[in-house]
Structures are given as structure tokens and as C-alpha cells.
């Protein structure tokens, strides 16, 4: 195999890559949604026996038989609104809270919207996920309270909790609001345990307060313990495939935020052990539910006096899939997770243990590490692990974060003089090729020299084709001789590879981008399709059933981009090797269609930032070529002069070899 085959096929190796980084998405599998045994509190009805029940000891005042009837006091059904969605209010954020399990229905965006070109309307972070029986599962809401000694779980989230209300701070930059839920025995009357929960909101904050309080009201000691549901209802802002994941943070042994992410794919793990999130000798600090742009954080604060928090005994990811369909791509799929709280002992009634505080913070807002690097509690959190990009096995994230990371504050400060991500976008590309421009230059001179040497280069093949070690020892020396390198050929795009790669999940990724528009009547959002014009109906591609609803002119302008490059790029003669130009043409006929066809529904932001790169490689190209023919016209002329002592023949000047001996 020369050297040329190899070339072509870690180039291919390499597009192929980048068709599966564009593309991005994979099969879907069915993942029916699971739910542990629990007993339902339904309105104001008695739970029947029937259920489990450990053995007791005589002298608890509380038998295992006292539970087979207990009344839950269910209220009026309520919905409590906190916040605004009026970005002039201050608010960043819109609660709608659910008396039922005292859980956030909607959350709404003052900033964002939805994208909708047509009604854009605020953007929903939450919502309410309909499950095929017809119930809904709410966010932040208690599921099962259980009762560790009589072995008994209830189910709080189908409970309307009692309103107690919404209270506002004298200057309104604070809003709370709070529910009660009280389990009595239902023959007796007797309370058993009493359940507050507080949400409070803060002006100019992405950061929500969730405040529970389980208080012990009988006159023995109780133990209990409680789950409960994360954020639910993220959509999928990345419309070509699904980046949601659900990731948790922990805190290493060195002190260092450490992080472990599950996609939905693997979210769709029917075993429970599958969707578990852990890192052994690490510490847990939070858990989030994201997707492209934004990510949903809950952080159990840890008691006082301790560094972390140690009352969160499980974390598992979850998957729904409302309707059931076995592709999972009707468009109601969401992503969330469960938290299971450690079991605790109250003290009875009125004495210093017989009550339990659980705080949580919870984030709803942007991945934006420039957000997060301002705020104190953000940084030492690590949130900025929720931010992710697209490494690869050539380029690990330890390597591609720092790039990309670098590439979106250089972007942010360019766009504070520029004002337009779009331009921002472009002068980066040539700022890139630029820098680079040392590296592919030396890159196409090798490859020219490469080409030209091909015909020698197949003659010693056929002469030494049954010596291997002879053959390459005559064409080390062919390449010594004409100053050429193999390596030169393509070393230079493994180095570039991370800065590729980086650039374009940073372009890809950029909370920024979202919203921002380059043109006024094109590319009007750059995490969009430029859609040039949209189609009254939409058209579905036959055999790919890949559904097109614009016209988008930025893939195809790519793909003229991309012909013009091949066209450009230096090629071997059909004579020297047959079998290498068919593919070299086929090449040039494949890439200026794949791109195109791949990213075609990509963000126009992608778009534009890979159509100015092919374009100033095209000029790139063109002046490297002058720059290989001017030099080849003078080496033709630079010929020692004949004389008698060189016995009048001609001599070319001896070139340099590429390296040192």
C-alpha cells in the first residue's frame, strides 16, 4: 500500500468521522416507563390492606395495622404562580406551581423564546409530562414517603397539598410560596406526619430555593424516608438529534469537580442499576437534566457544619416515553431523574430531633460558562460540567474543552465590538487560516512534490516489488533526494484536527448563537437552518424519510465551496496510477454531495462557519499553487551554467533535503 492510498484513506477516515459528528443521532429503542410499587392517596380514600407489613414489636405505639386505613388531607386543587414572565419584571424565571405533590408545573423563561418563526412565545425549561394513563408527573414533586418500619410507601405526588399561600419581601425581589400535607390514621385521627414545602424566587436570579420540612407529630419515634422526582419536560433544542443527558457532579478525593453523564439512549436501560449515576470514592454535590442550550440543577445542600451533602442515597436517569411508540421519535419523549432521600429517625413530638429540613437549589437557566465563572457558588459547584462538546477518540475532551472554551471567550469579545455573531463567525475562520497558514502550506508544497515523484516512485515498486526492504530503502532515498516528506502530507491536519473539531463544537454549543441573527432577511437565528425560503408543505425525501421544510442555501453554497477545494487540491495523473485517480475523482464527486446532504438541517451558525472555512481554503489553496508554479519556473531556470568542466552537460542545483542526516 503507498503512501498516497494511505493518505486517501485517512482522509476518508476522517470525513467519515465528521459525517458521523453532524449527524450525530442513533437508533431509538422502546423504554417503557417504570414506576416502583407504591400506594396511591387518592382524594380523600382510604388505603386498603393488602400491602406488606413487617413484623412489630409490642410496644410501638404505632402497629403495622394501624396503617391499612389513614387519611390523607387532600385540598382544593391550586395553581400558585411565583415569578414573571415579563423580562422587564427583573425576573429571569415564571414558576406555575401544582398543589399536586407540591410540584412545578411550568417553568418559563422571561429571555428565551421557543423559535417558533412564526409566534415565538416564551420558552418552556418545564412542563408537565401526560403519561398513557392519563396522569401527569410533575417536577420536584414527592413521590413515595415511606415509613421504613412498617415497610409502607405512599404516594404523594397524586395529593393536592393545602396553599398556605404566596408571600412577597417588602421591595418584591423575593417571592416564596409554600404547601402543608398532614397523614393522619383514618379511624383514630391521629396525625401522624406533617410535610411543608417552600419554593422561593429571586429577582436577577436563575437559582430557586426548595425548602422541605418533615415533622414527626406522634409520640413515638418514627422512622422515614422519601423520593423524589427531578425536572422533567426539557425539550430538545437540538432539533437534527437528542443531546439531552442527565448528569451529575461530584467532588474527588483532589478536591476537583468530577462528572458522570447519561444520554438518552442509555437512559432507555430498563435496569435500574443501568441508569444509576455514582462515582465510587467521590462525593455527590448535584445532578441536572439538559439538553443543547440549558440545564435544569438540583444541589441537595449539605447540613451544616459538613462539606457535603450525605442524605441522597440514590440517583437514577429516567426516560419517558409517553405514547409507547417503539421508535421513540413521535416528539414527546422527555428526560428526568429520580432522587432517593436516606431513611431518618424523628424523635417524638415536640422534642429537638422530630423534625428533618431538606434544602435544595435548583438552576434553571443557560449553559454559559461565562455565567458560571462569575458566580461563586457556580464555579465551586462546577456546573460548568453540564456544558458538553463533541470529542472524539483522537481527541479527548481533556484536550478539545480547554480549545473550544478559549474559541467561545475570544468569540464573546470580538462580538463585543462587532455585534454580530455572524461576521464574528467569519473573521474567525480567516483569523484560523491565517494562523495555520505556515502548517498547510508546507502541507500542499509536500503534496505536490509527492504527486510529481508518483511515476518514479511507481517504478521502484514494480523493480523491488519482492524486495520490501530494498523498496523502501530506494524510495526514503527518492523522497531524500527531492526534498519531500510523506509525513509533511498529513501531519499538518492532525494538528489542526482538535482545533477543527473544538471550533466547531464551540460554534455548535454557544448559548450565544441562540437567537442571534447575521442578516435581516437571511440567517436570522444562527442556531437555525438559514431557511432562504420555506416551502408551504413539507417535503419528505423518498427511501431517507428525511423531512425538509425550507429552502437553505448555506449547504449548498458549501458544497460549490467544497468542488472548487477538490478541484484545487493537487491530484495524481491517471498514468501513474490509474486506480488512485478513480478514486481521487470519486473524491471529488462524493464530498461537495455528503457535506451538503448531512448538514443540511445543521445550525446555519455550523453552516457558516464550515462554508467560510472551505471558501478561504479555496483562496488558500489558489495562492499556495502560485506560490508551488513560481517556484518550480525558477528552479527550471536556476541550472548551473555548462563549461568545460562540467564536460558540457547540464546540471540542476541539488534541492535540500527535508531533513537533517
Request: charged share 20%; hydrophobic share 40%.
Amino acid at each position: 500500500m503507498n503512501f498516497r492510498t494511505v493518505l486517501l484513506l485517512i482522509v476518508a477516515g476522517f470525513v467519515v468521522f465528521c459525517g458521523w459528528l453532524v449527524f450525530e443521532s442513533g437508533p431509538c429503542e422502546t423504554c417503557l416507563s417504570e414506576r416502583g410499587p407504591c400506594i396511591l392517596l387518592q382524594q380523600t380514600t382510604d388505603i386498603e390492606s393488602g400491602i406488606a407489613k413487617a413484623a412489630t414489636t409490642s410496644n410501638e405505639t404505632l402497629e403495622a395495622a394501624d396503617f391499612v386505613r389513614l387519611w390523607a388531607s387532600d385540598a382544593q386543587a391550586k395553581t400558585v404562580s411565583l415569578g414573571s414572565i415579563d423580562s422587564k419584571s427583573g425576573f429571569k424565571i415564571h414558576l406555575e406551581l401544582s398543589s399536586q405533590g407540591a410540584a412545578i408545573r411550568k417553568a418559563v423563561f422571561s429571555r428565551y423564546d421557543d423559535r417558533d418563526y412564526k409566534n415565538p412565545q416564551p420558552l418552556e425549561i418545564l412542563s408537565p409530562v401526560q403519561l398513557y394513563d392519563g396522569s401527569e408527573v410533575l417536577s420536584m414533586a414527592n413521590t413515595g414517603f415511606v415509613f421504613v418500619k412498617q415497610q409502607l410507601q405512599l404516594s404523594l405526588d397524586k395529593l393536592h397539598w393545602k396553599s398556605l399561600g404566596v408571600e412577597k419581601s417588602a421591595d418584591g425581589s423575593q417571592q416564596t410560596a409554600s404547601f402543608e400535607a398532614v397523614i393522619t390514621v383514618r379511624d383514630t385521627g391521629v396525625p401522624l406526619v406533617k410535610l411543608t414545602k417552600t419554593y422561593k424566587i429571586t429577582r436577577d436570579s436563575y437559582l430557586l430555593g426548595c425548602v422541605l420540612t418533615v415533622e414527626n407529630l406522634m409520640d413515638s419515634e418514627q422512622n422515614v424516608r422519601f423520593n423524589l422526582a427531578g425536572p422533567i419536560g426539557l425539550g430538545r433544542e437540538s432539533f437534527r438529534s437528542d443531546m439531552r443527558q442527565v448528569i451529575a457532579g461530584f467532588r474527588n478525593a483532589e478536591g476537583q469537580v468530577v462528572s458522570m453523564g447519561l444520554s438518552t439512549k442509555k437512559l432507555k436501560a430498563k435496569e435500574l442499576k443501568d441508569r444509576r449515576l455514582t462515582k465510587p470514592g467521590a462525593n455527590f454535590l448535584w445532578i441536572a437534566a439538559t439538553n443543547k442550550y440549558f440545564a435544569a440543577i438540583v444541589v441537595p445542600v449539605a447540613d451544616q457544619g459538613k462539606d457535603f451533602c450525605d442524605w441522597v442515597a440514590d440517583k437514577t436517569g429516567r426516560f419517558y416515553n409517553p405514547d409507547g411508540d417503539e421508535r421513540s421519535n413521535s416528539g414527546d419523549e422527555t428526560i428526568g431523574f429520580d432522587l432517593k432521600i436516606a431513611s431518618i429517625s424523628l424523635a417524638e413530638a415536640g422534642h429537638a430531633n422530630s423534625e428533618k429540613t431538606y434544602n435544595f437549589l435548583l438552576y434553571l437557566g443557560p449553559k454559559d460558562k461565562s455565567l458560571f465563572d462569575k458566580n461563586d457558588l457556580y464555579e465551586k459547584m462546577g456546573f460548568v460540567k453540564t456544558i458538553t462538546f463533541m470529542p472524539c477518540f483522537c481527541c479527548p475532551t481533556c484536550l478539545i474543552n480547554p480549545i473550544a472554551f478559549g474559541i467561545l471567550a475570544l468569540m464573546k469579545l470580538m462580538y463585543g465590538f462587532i455585534g454580530n455573531y455572524g461576521v464574528v463567525i467569519i473573521i474567525l475562520v480567516f483569523l484560523f487560516r491565517l494562523a495555520m497558514h505556515p502548517v498547510t502550506k508546507k502541507s500542499q508544497v509536500s503534496m505536490s512534490k509527492m504527486t510529481k515523484l508518483a511515476p518514479m516512485a511507481e517504478e521502484i515498486k514494480k523493480k523491488y516489488a519482492n524486495n520490501k526492504a530494498e523498496m523502501n530503502k530506494q524510495m526514503m532515498s527518492l523522497y531524500k533526494k527531492q526534498g519531500a516528506s510523506p509525513i509533511m502530507g498529513f501531519l499538518p491536519m492532525m494538528v489542526q484536527m482538535p482545533v477543527w473539531i473544538a471550533l466547531w463544537s464551540a460554534v455548535n454549543a454557544s448559548i450565544e448563537l441562540r437567537g442571534e441573527g447575521f442578516l435581516p432577511f437571511w440567517i436570522t437565528d444562527l442556531s437555525m437552518p438559514d431557511a432562504l425560503y420555506r416551502f408551504p408543505t413539507t417535503i419528505i425525501v423518498p427511501l431517507l424519510g428525511t423531512k425538509i421544510e425550507s429552502l437553505n442555501l448555506l449547504p449548498l453554497l458549501m458544497g460549490v465551496a467544497m468542488y472548487l477545494q477538490q478541484k484545487l487540491m493537487p491530484h495524481q495523473g491517471a498514468s501513474a496510477n490509474p486506480q488512485m485517480a478513480q478514486q481521487q475523482k470519486m473524491m471529488m464527486i462524493m464530498m461537495p454531495l455528503m457535506f451538503p446532504l448531512m448538514l443540511y438541517k445543521a445550525p446555519s451558525g455550523v453552516n457558516l462557519y464550515i462554508m467560510s472555512s472551505t471558501f478561504a481554503g479555496v483562496f488558500e489553496q489558489h495562492i499556495i499553487r502560485k506560490h508551488i508554479r513560481e517556484k518550480e519556473e525558477v528552479e527550471s531556470k536556476d541550472l548551473v551554467s555548462v563549461t568545460s568542466k562540467t564536460g558540457g552537460k547540464v546540471k540542476k542545483k541539488k534541492p535540500k533535503p527535508f531533513h537533517k542526516t
